[in-house]
């Protein structure tokens, strides 16, 4: 990271930010293509889980490459300033890599939707097994995450590289 003074190398400090997103950013590439899209998640233990379709882009380009980028951000603020080049931007960010596989075991796939619900609703719920059958869980284990912040007061002191 070029610029250290904006590196955040808590742990707890960067899974604060991806607990507190609504939205993370799947990025993936087929054939040097790069494709981006905004899922709902869940997170824990250091692996993401999402929900989809069983079928669509996302996941022609997984089962080609199981290879992906997730971003994170919070707190996201426009700081500005009396001439143009002193307008900034204030925000949390997380950036991290890891290998995306489709889960097949149906246990598995109800503890990804538990964590997705839980994220969202704060709760658990009950599923039909048809449902479940039937939902395509992504689950992507982080191999290395790096976070970043703007504009604060403890810019720096809790700032890093978290593998």
């Given at each position: 990271m070029r610029r250290k003074d904006r590196e955040i190398t808590d742990i707890?400090?960067?899974?604060?930010?991806?607990?507190?997103?609504l939205v993370c950013r799947l990025g993936m590439s087929r054939n040097d293509q790069p494709y981006v899209v905004p899922l709902?998640?869940?997170?824990?233990?250091?692996?993401?889980?999402?929900?989809s379709a069983g079928e669509g882009l996302k996941l022609?380009?997984?089962?080609q490459n199981?290879?992906?980028?997730?971003?994170?951000?919070?707190?996201q603020e426009v700081i500005q300033g009396d001439k143009p080049c002193k307008w900034g931007m204030k925000y949390r960010s997380v950036i991290g890599f890891g290998k995306g596989t489709l889960v097949k075991d149906l246990e598995e796939k109800k503890k990804g939707l538990d964590?997705?619900?839980?994220q969202y609703a704060g709760r658990s719920f009950e599923y039909v097994e048809a449902a479940i059958k039937s939902t395509v869980i992504i689950k992507v284990e982080i191999e290395s995450m790096t976070g970043k912040?703007?504009?604060?007061?403890?810019?720096?002191?809790t700032s890093g590289r978290v593998k």
């Open positions: 707890a400090l960067i899974e604060d930010v991806i607990r507190n997103s709902c998640f869940a997170y824990s233990d250091n692996t993401l889980y999402f929900h022609e380009i997984l089962q199981p290879n992906v980028c997730v971003e994170f951000d919070i707190d964590a997705i619900m839980q912040e703007s504009s604060y007061q403890n810019n720096g002191t």
